[in-house]
Structures are given as structure tokens and as C-alpha cells.
């Protein structure tokens, strides 16, 4: 699958160097006229962190983030447009989890020798946590997976984004020495944000009345979870294809409603809350709010255009943290 993969990446490559030369350039991002540095990004949060550690960007950098468009991580696919520009940049930023094994034939097909390629996986190190079945969740089908599969949301945890900030500036400060202090001041600024955002996390927990969360959806939350000391039940895994949750999954979801007398039962960005509705309605009280978090993987172009920011999601959330746990902080 992999040849394959790769074949059809060098397809792509001839046939967008064949374009280039007859056409404009109609890419969405900034011109390439002028840009001394390109930056690719795969997500959200990436780019967010790039776009913090550059500032007023005294390069000139392009910065791109290829899923724009509210494609979830676990489901994109690159256009030959995503793979001309990862081949041609100068720094390349992905989370290295299974959702992009793609990337490793991209890479392959890299004209510029030279990129600068990170992968915050490979950056958390043993940091990085294995995906788990807790009591209830239910299980994936046909996964016949060999060896441990790495829980990817690592955005999720601010203490995460202080490290992997700080690992992206050093790239940035070693492809752009000539402007290293500024970025370095940057970050200082930025991660000095994220460190009083955790102090507030922490607040909002330690003065809250229940330590336990219930999601009626995939759980990428594992990281946040565990810098708090949550406890959490879940239908799925992060990085589950389910939709369906079982009557086994929703009756002991319920059964845990009852048992803590939890206030919410929660639910990831997306409109469709029909487990969180059917938990609830199995519920003796069936009174329980449904709570929204924002995993930050459907983030578009225009929500960044509309002022979206990393901080200012994560923000959001302990609004709503808050109002799960019932925290006095």
C-alpha cells in the first residue's frame, strides 16, 4: 500500500510542477513572491504556535496549515497542492501519530533537501501515552493493530504546547538566526500565557465538586485529563471511526450518570449529540446537561480569520470544564 501510495505521490508532484508551469498560482495562502522562509503545519494548534513564535514575523515567513477546511486529522487526505508545498518548504510540522502515516511517502518526494522536519510524537518522547480502554468503553472492531497505538492528541495538554513551543522555536531560531532573539522573546511571551492558563486549570479543579468526566463521544482528552488528575468514562477512544455506541456502552454510561451523580455528560465539537442525548434519556433523573470541549480538530481557515487562537479555545474550555466538574475556583 505504501508503494502505491508513494507512485501516486510522484504522479502528483509531476502533474503540479506540469501546472505550475501554465498557470497562476491559486493557492489561498499568501504569494510565494517575497517569502523568505516557508513553514507547513499540518494542524491547528501547530500553526497557532508557529504564527505565536514568529510574532510580527520580521522574515516575512509563509506560514501554511493544511487542514483548513475542517477535515477531522484521522480522515484527511493531501491534494497534490498539500504534498507541491510540503516538497518545496523549508520546515515541515506534524503530529506523527498513525492518522499520518502518509507523511512518511511525502517526505520522500521532499525536492528541498534541506527542510526542517518535526514531529511532536517523536518530540514528546516517552511522554507520549499509549491509547486505553477504560471500564465501559467500547471496543473497535477488526482492530487487529500490532503493538501499542500512541494517543495523538497531544495539543490537548497546555503543558504539552509549553514543550513542543519551545522545541518549535529552536527550528525556527536555527533556520532564521539572524532574527533567533525576537523569536526567542516570542515564545517567552507566549508559553508565559500557557503556564498561567495551566494555574487556572489547576484552580478550577482542586476547588471543583466532582473529579470525574463522562463523554458520550470519542475521548481525545487523555492528556488535559491526566495533567489534573481526572478520572473519565468514554464511549470510545480518542482516535475511534465509531458513531454507534452499543446498549451495553450507553447502559453503563448511564449506570455511571446515576452512580456519581455527575451534572453533564460530554461531547467533542460536531453537531450530532445523539449518544450524549440517548445517556441522558437512560438516565433516572434525565435532567444532565451535555457539555461541549473543543479538541481543536475542525478548526478552519475562516475561524482562524475570525480571531480563533489556541489560548482562546483552550480558554473556552475551562469555561466549560468548569461548569462539568461544578467548580467554585
Not at 514543550?163 to 522573546?185: K, R
Not at 475521548?219 to 458513531?243: H, K, M, N, W
Amino acid at each position: 500500500m505504501k508503494r502505491i501510495l508513494s507512485i501516486v505521490i510522484s504522479i502528483f508532484l509531476v502533474l503540479g510542477c506540469l501546472a505550475g508551469c501554465g498557470t497562476d498560482n491559486q493557492q489561498n495562502e499568501p504569494s510565494e513572491e517575497g517569502s523568505e522562509f516557508k513553514i507547513v503545519t499540518t494542524i491547528f494548534p501547530i500553526y497557532d504556535w508557529v504564527m505565536n513564535v514568529l510574532g510580527d514575523d520580521p522574515a516575512g515567513t509563509e506560514v501554511t496549515m493544511l487542514l483548513n477546511s475542517g477535515v477531522d486529522l484521522h480522515s484527511f487526505q493531501p491534494t497534490a497542492a498539500d504534498i507541491m508545498k510540503i516538497s518545496t518548504c523549508d520546515m515541515f510540522i506534524y503530529v506523527g501519530g498513525e492518522s499520518d502515516e502518509w507523511v512518511e511517502d511525502a517526505l520522500k518526494e521532499a525536492t528541498n533537501k534541506d527542510m526542517i522536519v518535526i514531529n511532536l510524537m517523536d518530540l514528546m518522547g516517552d511522554a507520549a501515552k499509549e491509547e486505553e480502554m477504560v471500564e465501559g468503553m467500547q471496543e473497535e472492531g477488526g482492530d487487529d493493530e500490532e503493538g501499542p497505538e500512541y494517543d495523538e492528541h497531544v495539543w490537548l495538554s497546555l503543558r504539552n504546547a509549553s514543550l513542543l513551543t519551545n522545541a518549535i522555536s529552536t527550528a525556527i531560531q536555527e533556520m532564521d538566526p539572524a532574527n533567533a532573539d525576537q523569536y526567542q522573546a516570542n515564545t517567552a511571551t507566549f508559553v508565559e500565557k500557557l503556564e498561567a492558563l495551566d494555574e487556572e486549570y489547576k484552580a478550577a479543579v482542586s476547588g471543583a465538586q466532582f473529579n470525574t468526566l463522562l463523554f458520550g463521544d470519542r475521548f481525545p482528552f487523555r492528556y488535559l485529563a491526566d495533567d489534573y488528575g481526572l478520572s473519565y468514562y468514554a464511549a470510545f477512544v480518542g482516535c475511534s471511526s465509531e458513531t454507534e455506541a452499543s446498549f451495553a456502552t450507553v447502559t453503563f454510561l448511564a449506570q455511571k450518570m446515576d452512580e456519581l451523580a455527575l451534572p453533564a455528560v460530554m461531547t467533542i465539537e460536531g453537531t450530532d449529540h445523539r449518544i450524549a442525548e440517548t445517556i441522558i434519556q437512560s438516565t433516572e433523573s434525565k435532567d444532565q446537561e451535555i457539555l461541549t470541549l473543543d479538541s481543536m480538530q475542525a478548526v478552519t481557515a475562516k475561524d482562524v480569520e475570525n480571531g480563533a487562537t489556541y489560548l482562546s479555545i483552550m480558554e473556552s474550555n475551562l469555561s466549560v470544564l468548569k461548569d462539568a466538574l461544578k467548580s467554585k475556583a
